[in-house]
Every structure is written in C-alpha cells, then in structure tokens.
C-alpha cells in the first residue's frame, strides 16, 4: 500500500518536475557540439575534391600520406593551439618557435659536439621555458596574449636568424640528418616511418600499390601522424575528462569565476603556454628530421594555420568552448586543401582564398553557435 | 554568550588610503537566523561583505568566527571555514554545463581503470540534478549549459552549490537585485530553506520587501558606519524603509512634488 502511495508522489513528482522541460531533437543536441561545423566542413572538402580529384591519386595511399603528413604537422600545433584557446589566450610565437627549435636541436651537435639526444632534450627545455615566460608575462602583467606573444613571435624569429647565422654562416644549419642516423633512440622517436612491415605484408598481397622493384608506395605511417594522434588523444582526454581540462573551460569561460570557485587561474594559463611551445617544439624537431636541416625560416606563419584550424574546429576566439577532435577536422580540412588543390587543374594561388573563406564562414558559424548556447534559444 | 554568535564584526574599520570605506562596524550574526543588511549606494555594503568573505583585512578592529578571532588572508581561507560568498555575477560560466558549474574547483573524482584520475561525471550529474531539485529546480539534463537558465535559477544555482560544499555561512550579495517578482520569490523562499537547515545567512539588498519577510534582524548602513542593529519583532517594515537612506529622501520628493502638483 504505501509502496504504491510512494510510487503515486513520485510520479506526481515526475510530473512537476518535466512541466517545465521540453523534448529537444537530436539534431539540436548535435548543433551543440563545437566541432559539428568542421566535421561538416570536412565532409564538404571531401565531396569537393572527391569530385575534382577523384581519379588523379588524391585519394590513393600515397596521395593520403601526403595530405595527413600536412595535417598531421599542422594538428599536433592546433591541438596545443585549442586548448590554449579555449582557456581565453592565443600564442602567436609558436611559428617562430619551430624556427628557434630547429636551430636549438641542430647548433649544439654541429658546432658544440653535443650528442643529439641532448640537444633535443635542450630544445624541449628551452622552448617550454621560453612557453612558461610567455605565460607568466601575460598572466602577471594582464596584458592581452595577442601583444605579449606577438613581441615574442618577432624576438624568436630574430634570435633564430641571428643563431643560425652567427653559427652556420647562413640561414639554415644543415648537415644534422647524419646525427639523426648515429643515434638510432632519437630516430625512432622523430625520423621517417612505422609499420614498413605491415605495408611490406599488404603489398605483397596486393592490397597496396607496388613500385616496380616490389616496395610498397607508402613506406610506412610518418612518425608525425603518430606523434599527432598521441597528443590529440591525451589532450582531448584531458580536456574532456579530467579535473584539469573542467579547469581549462572554467579559465575561459570566465577568468573571475573561476578565481572565485578556486580554480588556480595562473597556473591554468602558464601550463597551456607551456603545452604550445612543447607542440611547437616538436613540430620543429620533426622537420629537423625529416629534412635534415634547420631552416630559420620554418615554421612562418604557422601560428596563424593553427588558429585558423581551431576556429574552423568550432573553437570560440573568446575562449571557453571548443573540443579537441574538432581542432584535429580543423588541420585535415587545412592539409586536404593544400596538397587536393595541386591534383585539380585549379590555380594553387586559390589556396589561400579557399583557406580564407573558410575561417569567414566557420567564425559566422560558431558566433551563431554561442549566441544560440548562451541565451538558450 | 558570545559563542551564540557565528560571526562576528567586532569595531571594525577599512581604510584604503585616505579613503574611509568602513568606520567602527559591528555585526552580530546570530546561528541560523538570516540578517539583513541594508543601505544606499556607497554605505559600505560591498566592503563589509568582502571583508567577511576574506577578501580585505580589516584595518581595525576585530572579526571573529565562532567566538574565535581569525585573520583571513584570501577567500579560500574563509571558505574553509564556511563562509560562502554568492557575489552578483555568481561565479557562473554561461557556456558549461550545470554539472561542471556545480563541481568547478572542486570536480569530484574516480579512477579510470584504476589509475588515471577523471571527473566523476555521473556523480556530478547526479547530485547537481538532486541538489537543485531540493531547493524546487528541476533541470533536463544536468549537461545543459548554465546560459540556458533564467537569472533566478543561475542564483538558486550558486546558492545551492555553496550549501553542498558545506556553507554554515551564506552571504548573498543582493540576490534578487536583477530579478523579476516569481524569480525573487524563489529566492527568498531558498533563503528561508537554507535558514531551516540551520545555515546563517547574510543577505544584502536595496529592496526592504525582499528583506522583511524571511529576515530576523536588520542592520543599516549608512556611510560606512552601522546605523544599529533591530530584531523584525522591533521594527515595522515602515520604520526599516524609513531608517533605510532613501526612505526620509522618497517622502521628502512625494511631499514636494505633490506640493507642487497641488
């Protein structure tokens, strides 16, 4: 009797509790999500060059390497570039922090002696420190990121200049690929590919395209793409998951909030200026291995690709909203337009102009998004 | 007995530089009871509040926690021990969800797989749901976004969450300020919900209708020093518009502008 009593309050309960509540589509649930726009936008790259490229070998093995290698680069900066941005700050040094990495791996072991892991190590150490200043400037004197890093995007560009040329008599280091190969821990962690022998397999049944002295075309997945997923995942976990990540949606979302509820406001921010660098960093020892050199000017106007993705990626400019995987769509789309517009008989000079409208049309996109979101409409 | 008193503001004085933003305050808040604090713009309200919060020492003057004097030197400190500060803009992110609102600062954990620490998301979910259905709130989901609730419910929001995290001290800086009527009435019906769960309250506002009904006792403010303190059972709601700055000055413009009318 009472069991049913208790039933009955609880689903008058029910009752007043859903009077207020309506049912809301799936589709608008998916609309809420920050990186529906760029997983649309990839569809629609796709369908685009699926159309304009689809016999010319774009969408073949190789022709996948290639643009995932461009994406894959391109991500591994967006990743670190999202999640700064999504704790309400930009870090416009990171290009010129691939062109400081690159001369910092290389002039040690070239012109000190050092062994290459060290060097590596001391570019990490010294563009995360470089990254931990960047962040305590701006966290310290409230200054606008956008001007603090900017100061740093021309110092570092400079100071790579100056190494390079003090050092090597020239505007790039080169020589370093053979340190690469004296040190087989460092190469495996940076040069070339993995899995050759899984293509080997495949193509020895046929399931990928030969060379006709029997090596498969893809040699293997490029370290890069590894690197890019290993850091997506971890970051995305972070930012989804963790107490860290909550922190980092909080910091954006509002600095004082967050300072009263006791998040560590400071300590978010110089952490993700730390995390760029690293990003930045590593894209710049990557290319020292793959080219084998360190050119001062690599990595130019990189900082800007990255934020490019992450807007497109559903990322708010003003921080607190955005995600991860649509960072990553960000770069794919960005790496399918750069090397899909050489297979079409499109003028490559479009790039830019498509890149461009893109960034117009995502920004309209999540300014309807948080508008939407933060009236409740 | 002194120890009656949860909190107490002892002669106290703020000073930023020459300016005199408090002179000789004392307050007396009694356990459980909600007291009022009124006055104009200026009167030192915000002051007095943030100084109660741990925001600013005081200059002079003595302020004492369950008959304990204590020296906060940030927020969190007072936070500890349970004075909980709802200021105006609530400490809300818009764009986050209720769950990760509630437990920002303090998101509740768990192990995944045993090692890797990660928000309890189905507990955050859970009793932020559970939390605010107590206080009269019922929310779709608790991953909708904050931005999606209307003012009064953002300040139920806070208060609740101030009360989960163990608040034996509310202060509510002027709660109903932005709100329309039915809102207001939710959040002088959560005030008088907290007070029977034992929780003292300090509630600052302009509006004496808001404050009569769910006070007990009242102090004003008035240019940085207490114009006394009166138990409800003393004073009429009249005399506490009066008393409050603006009472005499409202009744002295309707006599001059009648005056004039006729």
């Known amino acids: 009797m009472s069991a049913i009593h208790q039933s009955v309050s609880h689903m008058i309960q029910r009752q007043q509790a859903d009077e207020r509540v309506r049912k809301i589509s799936p589709w608008r649930v998916l609309l809420d999500r920050p990186e529906l726009g760029s997983i649309a936008g990839t569809v629609l790259v796709f369908a685009f060059f699926g159309f304009f490229a689809g016999d010319s070998g774009m969408f073949a093995l190789d022709g996948i390497i290639n643009w995932a290698k461009v994406a894959g680069y391109l991500g591994i900066l967006a990743v670190g570039a999202c999640l700064l941005m999504i704790a309400g700050e930009f870090d416009l040094s990171m290009g010129s922090m691939i062109g400081f990495a690159g001369v910092a791996v290389a002039i040690p072991p070239m012109y000190f002696g050092w062994p290459l892991w060290a060097a590596v190590l001391f570019a990490f150490a010294a563009c995360m420190a470089l990254g931990a200043l960047n962040g305590y400037l701006v966290v310290r004197t409230r200054l606008p990121s956008f001007i603090v890093t900017l100061a740093f995007m021309f110092i570092l560009r400079g100071l790579t200049l100056v190494l390079s040329t003090t050092f090597a008599n020239s505007t790039i280091v080169s020589g370093v690929g053979d340190k690469f190969t004296e040190a087989p821990f460092v190469q495996a962690l940076f040069s070339g590919t993995t899995l050759h022998g899984l293509f080997v397999f495949l193509a020895g049944h046929g399931i990928v395209d030969r060379f006709p002295n029997g090596q498969p075309v893809v040699d293997g997945i490029p370290k890069v793409l590894l690197w890019w997923a290993a850091i997506a995942l971890v970051c995305g976990f972070t930012l989804a998951r963790t107490r860290f990540g909550n922190w980092i949606y909080t910091v954006g979302g509002d600095a004082n909030a967050a300072k009263n509820v006791g998040v560590p406001v400071r300590r978010v921010k110089i952490s993700l200026f730390v995390l760029t660098a690293f990003c930045a960093c590593l894209f710049g020892v990557l290319q020292v291995a793959e080219f084998g050199s360190a050119a001062s000017d690599r990595g130019l106007q990189k900082e800007f690709e990255a934020i490019i993705a992450v807007v497109i990626g559903g990322t708010l400019l003003t921080g607190g909203f955005g995600s991860v995987i649509g960072a990553c769509f960000g770069a794919v789309i960005f790496g399918v337009v750069q090397i899909g517009i050489s297979y079409t008989n499109i003028d490559s000079d479009w790039y830019r102009v498509f890149l461009g409208g893109m960034l117009l049309i995502a920004v309209l996109f999540n300014h309807y998004i948080r508008s939407r979101a933060s009236s409740g409409k | ?262």
């Open chain 2, 1 to 262: 007995m002194a120890d009656d008193y949860i909190l107490e503001l002892d002669d106290v004085s703020k000073y930023f530089g020459t300016v005199i933003a408090l002179r000789g305050v004392t307050l007396r808040l009694k356990r459980g009871e909600v007291h009022c604090l009124l006055g104009d713009n200026g009167a030192g309200k915000s002051t007095l509040i943030k100084t109660l919060a741990g925001v600013h020492a005081p200059s002079s003057g003595q302020y004492r926690v369950e008959g304990q004097p204590v020296y906060f030197r940030s927020p969190r400190e007072a936070l500890d021990r349970g004075i909980a500060t709802v200021y105006q803009d609530l400490a809300l992110v818009p764009l986050m969800s209720v769950a990760r609102n509630f437990f920002a600062g303090r998101e509740p954990r768990r192990k995944l797989f045993g090692v890797i620490p990660v928000i309890d998301m189905k507990y955050a979910n859970d009793t932020a749901r559970e939390k605010l259905a107590e206080m009269g709130i019922f929310v779709r989901d608790a991953g909708q976004a904050v931005g999606t609730m209307s003012g009064g419910e953002r300040q139920c929001l806070a208060i609740a969450r101030a009360i989960h995290f163990g608040a034996k001290v509310l202060i509510l800086d002027e709660p109903t300020a932005a709100l329309g009527v039915k809102q207001s009435c939710n959040v002088l019906k959560l005030i008088h919900k907290a007070r029977e769960r034992g929780i003292s309250v300090i509630f600052i506002t302009h509006n004496v209708h808001h404050a009569y009904p769910v006070a007990d006792s009242f102090t004003l403010l008035n240019r940085g020093q207490s114009m006394g303190t009166f138990a409800k059972a003393d004073i009429s709601k009249e005399a506490v518009l009066d008393m409050m700055a603006g009472g005499t000055e409202i009744q002295n413009l309707v006599d001059e502008l009648e005056g004039r009318a006729a």
